[in-house]
C-alpha cells in the first residue's frame, strides 16, 4: 500500500506564510510528478503546483509569484511554501503523487487526506 501524510495546514493571518510537507510511504518503486491541488465548498479541486521527478514546476497565475514548491526524492516528500498568503488561499490542501509501485509500472495516482489552511485576520 501506499499513504501520502500532510501537515502544516492552520490559520494565519493575511500576509503570512504557511509551509505544508507532504511525506509519500510505502510500496514505492519511483515517482513522477508530485503537486498540490486545493478545494473550497462548491468548487472543484484545483492545481496550485506541481513539480516534476527532474525538479521543473509549474503554477496557475493565482499563486505565481507567492508559492514554491520543492521536493526531496531521497525521502519521498514534497514541500508547499506559501508566502503573502490572501484570504482567498483558504481552502483544503491535497497532495498528489504519480508514482510507480513496481520497475514495470503503469504509474497510478494517489491522494492525501487533506490538511485545512485559512487565512483571516
Known amino acids: 500500500q501506499v499513504q501520502l501524510v500532510e501537515s502544516g495546514g492552520g490559520l494565519v493571518q493575511p500576509g503570512g506564510s504557511l509551509r505544508l510537507s507532504c511525506a509519500a510511504s510505502g510500496s514505492i518503486f519511483s515517482i513522477n510528478a508530485m503537486g498540490w491541488y486545493r478545494e473550497t465548498p462548491g468548487n472543484e479541486r484545483e492545481l496550485v503546483a506541481v513539480?516534476?521527478?527532474?525538479?521543473?514546476?509549474n503554477y496557475p497565475d493565482s499563486v505565481k509569484g507567492r508559492f514554491t514548491i520543492s521536493r526531496d526524492n531521497a525521502k519521498n516528500t514534497v514541500y508547499l511554501q506559501m508566502n503573502s498568503l490572501k484570504p482567498e488561499d483558504t481552502a483544503i490542501y491535497y497532495c498528489?503523487?504519480?508514482?510507480?509501485?513496481?520497475?514495470?509500472?503503469?504509474?497510478?495516482?494517489?491522494w492525501g487526506q487533506g490538511t485545512q489552511v485559512t487565512v483571516s485576520s
Open positions: 498528489n503523487a504519480d508514482l510507480l509501485r513496481t520497475a514495470w509500472g503503469p504509474s497510478y495516482s494517489y
Open positions: 513539480i516534476t521527478s527532474g525538479g521543473s514546476s
